[in-house]
């Protein structure tokens, strides 16, 4: 999946996006904090919301394909939280209940827009991402 995001979105090498994990049930991410380090010594807030983002669309991208759909993908909306500074490696985790998996293909498999509301813990919630993934059928 990394390969596919650093191909289809150029930014992301930049960052040092790199996947750890990823699975049906979720996906763990890294990117180190050097290149995303702001004037304070701590995760610069734009390279966070964009990891987050990054975090939600790989996961939810690799939902799709895991079924062999063929859908365009989209985050139709994203909110973040900062709680804490972060000086440290920048780790974003994500998962989404089986059910909720579910309801998620199965409306992309009938054919129709479907949508999956996702949170990203950023360093143990340090801050947090909430984004809305819409995946419209292609063809």
């Not at 983002?53 to 690799?62: H, P, R, V």
């Amino acid at each position: 999946m990394v390969a596919k995001v650093h191909a289809t979105i150029p930014m992301s090498r930049h960052l040092d996006f790199q996947v750890l994990s990823l699975a049906g049930e979720g996906i763990r991410t890294i990117a180190a904090l050097k290149p995303n380090i702001n004037i304070h010594n701590t995760a610069f807030a734009g390279s966070l919301y964009s990891l987050g983002a990054l975090t939600a669309w790989s996961y939810t991208q690799y939902l799709i394909e895991h079924r062999g759909l063929d859908a365009e993908l989209v985050i139709a909306n994203a909110e973040i939280r900062y709680a804490k500074p972060i000086t440290s490696d920048i780790e974003c985790n994500c998962h989404a209940a089986g059910s909720t998996q579910e309801s998620f293909i199965k409306s992309l498999s009938a054919g129709r827009r479907s949508k999956l509301e996702l949170t990203v813990s950023i360093n143990d919630g340090r801050a947090e991402l909430h984004a809305l993934m819409v995946a419209i059928p292609a063809g």
